[in-house]
């Protein structure tokens, strides 16, 4: 699970939002939980290295910068941003072949424009969270929950029982 600050997703959202109809990217600082959950505290927007093809490429400085500024400390680089213009909020072949870390999670962002309004603007209507599985070959989504977030006990949650299912005992038959 990730779960992440309001304020950090409120930031995602609008960055989403603005950079559309073009994409927004950045990274993600936090910490990672020893039972598995991602905790994502603050957002970090980077320029968007490459523009075209509807593909990102956060600019390495960031990487670099915030390793730095975070050092040994209980924080960390937890995972990436990036938004689907027109798009859904799954990751594209692109994504997973540009992909790597398998402790990195994908945050993306859905983001519509608005019909019959010129220029367009751009509204985020999903949000996702993926990590990298198997080995790096395919995505796994995780369920993803802002940080006052609270659980309604009449409610199911069918990823929360599949992920318990995975900690007892592998894949099944
Ligand atoms: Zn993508």
Redesign the pocket.
């Known amino acids: 699970m990730m779960i992440i600050a309001r304020e950090a997703l409120r930031q995602i959202v609008d960055a989403a939002e603005a950079a559309y109809p073009g994409?927004c990217c950045g990274l993600i600082v936090g910490r990672q939980h020893a039972n598995g959950t991602v905790e994502a505290v603050r957002a970090h927007p980077s320029a968007n290295l490459r523009k075209q093809d509807?593909?990102?490429e956060i600019d390495p400085r960031l990487w670099v910068d915030l390793a730095r500024a975070l050092g040994r400390g209980p924080m960390k680089v937890v995972g990436l941003y990036?938004?689907?213009p027109d798009?859904p909020a799954q990751?594209?072949a692109?994504?997973l072949e540009a992909a790597w870390g398998e402790d990195l999670v994908?945050l993306?962002v859905s983001v519509a424009g608005s019909e019959g309004e010129e220029p367009r603007r751009g509204q985020a209507v999903q949000v996702t969270a993926h990590i990298l599985d198997h080995g790096g070959r395919q995505f796994r989504e995780l369920p993803l929950r802002t940080a006052d977030w609270h659980v309604s006990p009449s409610r199911t949650l069918p990823e929360d029982a599949e992920e318990k299912g995975e900690g007892a005992n592998g894949e099944g038959p």
């Open positions: 994409d509807k593909q990102f990036h938004s689907h798009g990751p594209s692109i994504d994908w993306i």
